[in-house]
């Protein structure tokens, strides 16, 4: 059969995330390339205990059909929390449950755009969200980062130079997978440019309460007095990805296409996994979880940095972050990034080519991924040591 595939899937490719980490199922490769939460940061225990609790207190509800619009306790506990915490909520926002964040950003695509209309993305910027793009056939312009975020220059060249863009998408916080934070002032002036210009900002934003030093920094959904922003947050990095609960705030303008859009593709999200969120916040306190997991993470951030500058010290570049998961690393121009990427992997560390990252698959670039929550502190030393073998191989050649 001809044309068996509509032409916004025929070209969709799988995650390189997903196609390396099956080199790491027989345990014998480390995993640097997942963006999986530490074991140990995820409340198992309660979690099974509040699962028990919901399905024997409250179980015709839990296991219903429910509003697409999400759970109303939880929605309303999530505005409270972000309202009481990060100053985010004005009078005319509204919350919708997604099935983790990456719905809320494939619903945004969807809602907004037609094939072939044009959108802006950090470049390099997040995995999936490239392929929720992709699967809507979108024109996807990139901008460059710098250490402190966004080049405002050049993404103000390209608001110029092109017409009804949709919108930009940025993740300011720790950024995936680059590792930097944007500056207040970019902050500002990235808003300032989407209301100069028409567009809507989608601010992306699961690892923002995984801060382990430096001074909290407003959201841009704070700053917004226009209704352009759009707020995509996730408890899949702070409580448990399996359970697949997300969600977008978003001007209530919106919310009515949103909330249709979001039923025909799923009707809800679980019931069962939103009572379990609701209940865990109630219970155990978001932020007093959110400290303990903080305090793993940083002494994860701290063992791998103290390790890189050992085992690779001035030989590679990178960005120190100050929240997270990852960290982007820079070769020398002298080291083919591929070639040591494959000898790391067949030594026995698995990292994310930094390829896999852009918006042009076939650009080449230097850098490479690697995430320090996923493995244990055994596994970071083994190695980041590993590494730096393979680096030092490679450059006496």
């Keep these: 059969m001809e044309n068996l595939y509509a032409n916004r899937v025929s070209e969709l490719e799988p995650s390189a995330v997903y196609d390396i980490l099956k080199y790491t199922i027989d345990g014998k490769v480390i995993a640097f390339a997942a963006g999986n939460p530490a074991p140990e940061a995820i409340p198992s225990q309660a979690i099974a205990e509040l699962s028990k609790e919901v399905i024997l207190k409250n179980p015709i509800m839990?296991?219903?059909?429910?509003?697409?619009?999400?759970?109303?306790?939880?929605?309303?506990?999530?505005?409270?929390?972000?309202?009481?915490?990060?100053?985010?909520?004005?009078?005319?926002?509204?919350?919708?449950?997604?099935?983790?964040?990456?719905?809320?950003?494939?619903?945004?695509?969807?809602?907004?755009?037609?094939?072939?209309?044009?959108?802006?993305?950090?470049?390099?910027?997040?995995?999936?969200?490239?392929?929720?793009?992709?699967?809507?056939?979108?024109?996807?312009?990139?901008?460059?980062?710098?250490?402190?975020?966004?080049?405002?220059?050049?993404?103000?060249?390209?608001?110029?130079?092109?017409?009804?863009?949709?919108?930009?998408?940025?993740?300011?916080?720790?950024?995936?997978?680059?590792?930097?934070?944007?500056?207040?002032?970019?902050?500002?002036?990235?808003?300032?440019?989407?209301?100069?210009?028409?567009?809507?900002?989608?601010?992306?934003?699961?690892?923002?309460?995984?801060?382990?030093?430096?001074?909290?920094?407003?959201?841009?959904?704070?700053?917004?007095?226009?209704?352009?922003?759009?707020?995509?947050?996730?408890?899949?990095?702070?409580?448990?990805?399996?359970?697949?609960?997300?969600?977008i705030l978003l001007d209530k303008e919106h919310f009515s296409k949103f909330t249709i859009t979001k039923q025909a593709s799923d009707v809800h999200t679980p019931l069962l996994n939103q009572m379990i969120v609701h209940q865990f916040m109630k219970q155990y306190g978001l932020d007093n979880h959110i400290q303990k997991i903080c305090n793993i993470y940083r002494n994860k951030l701290q063992l791998t940095l103290d390790s890189l500058e050992k085992h690779l010290g001035n030989k590679i570049s990178y960005v120190k972050p100050q929240g997270g998961l990852y960290i982007y690393c820079k070769l020398p121009d002298n080291i083919d990034m591929m070639e040591y990427w494959q000898a790391c992997l067949d030594a026995g560390v698995a990292t994310v080519f930094g390829s896999a990252f852009l918006i042009n698959k076939d650009d080449k670039t230097q850098y490479f991924r690697i995430n320090f929550s996923t493995p244990t502190d055994d596994q970071l030393l083994r190695g980041i040591k590993i590494l730096g073998d393979v680096f030092d191989k490679m450059s006496s050649l």
């Design 62 to 247: 839990a296991l219903q059909y429910g509003q697409s619009q999400g759970y109303a306790p939880l929605r309303q506990q999530i505005m409270e929390y972000l309202s009481s915490s990060q100053g985010l909520l004005n009078k005319n926002d509204d919350i919708i449950i997604t099935c983790g964040a990456t719905q809320a950003i494939e619903l945004v695509a969807k809602v907004f755009c037609n094939e072939n209309d044009t959108i802006i993305c950090e470049n390099p910027t997040f995995i999936g969200s490239l392929s929720s793009f992709r699967s809507y056939a979108l024109n996807i312009l990139g901008v460059s980062l710098e250490d402190d975020g966004i080049n405002l220059g050049e993404l103000e060249q390209t608001l110029k130079n092109n017409k009804n863009i949709r919108f930009i998408y940025t993740i300011p916080n720790f950024h995936n997978p680059a590792g930097v934070t944007m500056s207040l002032q970019k902050r500002k002036s990235l808003y300032n440019l989407a209301v100069k210009y028409n567009t809507f900002i989608l601010e992306d934003d699961p690892y923002g309460s995984l801060r382990y030093m430096g001074e909290h920094i407003p959201s841009i959904k704070s700053m917004d007095q226009k209704g352009i922003v759009l707020y995509v947050g996730s408890f899949s990095k702070i409580i448990s990805p399996g359970l697949r609960v997300g969600y």
